[in-house]
Structure formats: C-alpha cells, structure tokens
C-alpha cells in the first residue's frame, strides 16, 4: 500500500521543516494571502522566482516554484538524474536579458559565474528551494529539493545557457538554467533560520550543502523509478499544444510514412548529440526503414563506438506500437549493440513490459518524449515545428517512386 505524503497544515508553516516530497498546504481566503511560500519563508506571494535580500546586502535565499503547466517554458525535474531545468524570468519580449522586475536572470548570471569560481565565491550562493505546484486547483505546494547550481556532468558552458525564444514576430532572449538536487532529506527550520540570519554555513547546515561550497562537489540525490513501465498517459503529453506537436508530425509525413524515418534520427540525435554518422536505408515494402548507426563515448581524441539500430513508428495518437514491432526491432540487436524506437503515440503495455522486463537494451522514445525534445531546442508551438519540418524534410523530396534499388542515405552529425 502507498503511503499518503506528509502533509502540514496551513497554520503550522512557520515552523515547519522542508522534509523532500511534502506537502504544505495554502489558505482557503480565496486570495494571495492564501500562499503557502510567504508563510513558510520571508520571499512574497507571487512569481515563480522569489528570494529574500535584505537592504545593501546579498541575496540569503532562493526559491523556485514551477507549476509545470507552461509548456512554452518547460521546467523539468528528473528524478532518476537528479537534474532540474529551470528557465529564467525574461519570459516575454520587450526587455534585455537581465533587465527584468524581479531581477532573477542577474540572481541566475552571477550564481552559476560564482559555482565555477572559488569555494570563497560560492559562499556567497544563495541555497535555492525548489517548489512546485501539489495540485491542479488550490495554493497547496510540494517541496521538492535543496539544490545546487550546476552539476557534476556539465561544464561551464553547459549550466546556464542564454537561449533565444520569438513570440509574435519578437525576438529575446532567456536563460536555460541546470541545478543538482542534492542529497537532503530535510531542510530544517534551524538552518533556514541561520541562513536569513546570514550564516549559510552554520551548525546547522547539511554537508550536502558544505560539500558543495567547499568543493563544487555535488552529492546527488537520484531515485530511479520502482516501475519501469509507462502508462499510455505517461507516453502522451497531456497538454492541447502537445497534441498539435505530435498531430502536426502525424499529418506531415501522412502518405509518405517512410520519411519519418529521417525526422526520427534528426530527433534522436536531439537527445543524443554523441551520435555519429547515421545510414538510413532503403524503403521496405512495408513502408518502413530502418537506420542504423553509431553512438559516441569517451573523450574527443579516443572516442569508443557503439552500434545502434534504430525503428520509427509514424503512429496516429490512438495507435501503439505493439509486439510484433519490438519483437522487429530486438531481432535487428546484436551483440555489443543497441536498440532504439521514436514513435509519434505510444508503446502497448505488452509489448513495453516485455522489452523491460527482459532487459533488452532500447531507448524508447514515444509522443511525449518528442514534445519534449522539440521543446528544449526551441520549437515550442506547432508553428515552429512544422516550419522546421518544411525545411529539413520537405514533401517535394518525395515526388519521385519510392526506389527499389539504389544506396542507401547516409545522415551525418551536425557540424
């Protein structure tokens, strides 16, 4: 049996612990005086970045809250990693990248410039608290993490990013930013008191925290998942403009299905910049191609490969690959290799249990997993998805009878 979350009422926050997972509860008023964050920390009632700074002095504390429900700014915590992405608070045009109200762009800027510096430098970092949304209706919140800026996987040039976003024509510019969540069951009422007190480092503070000041040393708190197998709903985005994403792929490749297999690659490559040249090859009577490749590991000057073979699946919403396709694709897997699967819907639940549970290896990627990759490069809205599909895989390049013979196409990486 699942137990129920700790939950503390609203009329306890001031004294409550930040215990990971929790939720705190807001007001029933019906208005900003409802929010949980103001009573359990001195940061406002509003916005999704609040921090405490007190007159002429460093900012003591940060908190970031995400309801998860604005897919043009997707911030992601990943469980299994322990990486969150944050995107900063320049979120419309008009304005310079840190020229914004809240100023959280320059909190973002000169944070991540100090987690590179020194351990004197990151003494003065604000701990950041993550919050998100615990409902669809009401104020109620969940802690979610303690966290670090940065991460033991990526460089300097890698955690904090100016990105370029257009809306309306407009063009400008926000940060991407990544955080660590580090390995802390409970923040608690004694530290945060130390920390607006302006001793970050006191008695109370959790080593996680001192390990990282001292030595950018990131303890992470990762939790991979008990269940291994995605429901249908976990496989689909749940969002209207999500759907539009994955409609408008569906309806490019309508007619020409084989084509999807490139657009398949192009996506994988997204995720997996290490991939390397790419064969996609010919079409098969079925109107499926397979793409075989290989994968990148190791430092630039002794790199070691891996093969991979890879199946796309152009699929309505209301389809799912079933067994017979990932019964195809592990029989293509060799020895030293591995698979990899991009469908437009989802993987039927037989089929998806018996690849985990036999432990084949295939990265699978289905409709949600493809907004999602759109999204972090960019394309964000329909729009912009269908104008990139225009332009790198055009429907004109189809005019011709599908070949029964002939060589194979290569895809090489992005320069």
């Not at 840190?98 to 973002?108: C, D, K, W």
């Not at 959790?206 to 709903?233: F, H, M």
């Not at 029964?404 to 290569?410: A, K, L, P, S, Y």
Request: with cysteine; hydrophobic share 40%; aromatic share 8%.
């Amino acid at each position: 049996m699942t137990r129920a979350r700790t939950l503390y009422s609203f009329t306890d926050l001031a004294r409550a612990d930040l215990v990971l997972d929790a939720e705190y509860a807001g007001g029933t008023v019906g208005t900003v005086a409802d929010d949980p964050l103001n009573r359990l920390l001195p940061v406002g009632n509003q916005g999704g970045f609040r921090y405490r700074k007190p007159k002429g002095e460093d900012v003591r504390l940060v908190v970031l809250y995400t309801s998860g429900e604005n897919p043009d700014w997707p911030d992601v915590l990943d469980e299994k990693t322990g990486l969150f992405t944050y995107y900063g608070d320049n979120r419309s045009p008009g304005g310079l990248l840190h020229e914004t109200p809240r100023s959280g762009n320059v909190i973002l800027r000169d944070s991540f410039a100090a987690a590179h510096a020194d351990a004197d430098a990151r003494r003065r970092v604000p701990p950041f608290l993550l919050f998100a949304r615990a409902k669809a209706t009401g104020r109620s919140v969940l802690f979610r993490g303690l966290l670090a800026p940065g991460a033991d996987t990526l460089g300097a040039d890698d955690d904090l990013q100016a990105i370029w976003r257009s809306t309306d024509g407009r063009r400008f510019q926000n940060y991407r930013a990544k955080f660590t969540v580090l390995n802390t069951p409970v923040v608690t009422r004694a530290w945060i008191e130390q920390i607006l007190d302006g001793n970050p480092l006191g008695s109370e503070c959790p080593e996680a925290w001192i390990e990282w000041v001292r030595g950018r040393a990131y303890d992470t708190l990762t939790a991979p998942a008990t269940k291994v197998v995605r429901s249908r709903s976990e496989q689909m985005p749940d969002d209207a403009a999500g759907r539009m994403i994955l409609s408008t792929i569906h309806q490019h490749f309508a007619g020409r299905w084989h084509d999807f297999e490139a657009c398949a690659v192009e996506l994988w490559r997204m995720l997996s910049p290490n991939t390397g040249a790419t064969t996609v090859t010919r079409a098969s009577r079925d109107y499926g191609r397979d793409a075989v490749g290989i994968y990148q590991l190791g430092p630039a000057a002794d790199r070691v490969s891996l093969d991979f073979v890879l199946e796309a699946k152009c699929y309505a919403p209301d389809r799912s690959v079933g067994v017979e396709d990932t019964s195809r694709l592990i029989s293509r897997i060799r020895h030293r290799m591995f698979g990899v699967l991009v469908t437009t819907a989802s993987v039927h639940s037989q089929a998806y249990s018996e690849v985990r549970e036999d432990q084949h290896p295939i990265v699978i990627i289905c409709g949600r997993d493809i907004v999602d990759i759109l999204r972090s490069k960019g394309y964000i809205t329909p729009e912009a998805v269908a104008a990139w599909l225009n332009s790198a895989f055009p429907p004109q390049a189809e005019t011709s009878p599908t070949p029964t013979t002939g060589t194979d196409m290569v895809w090489f990486p992005n320069k």
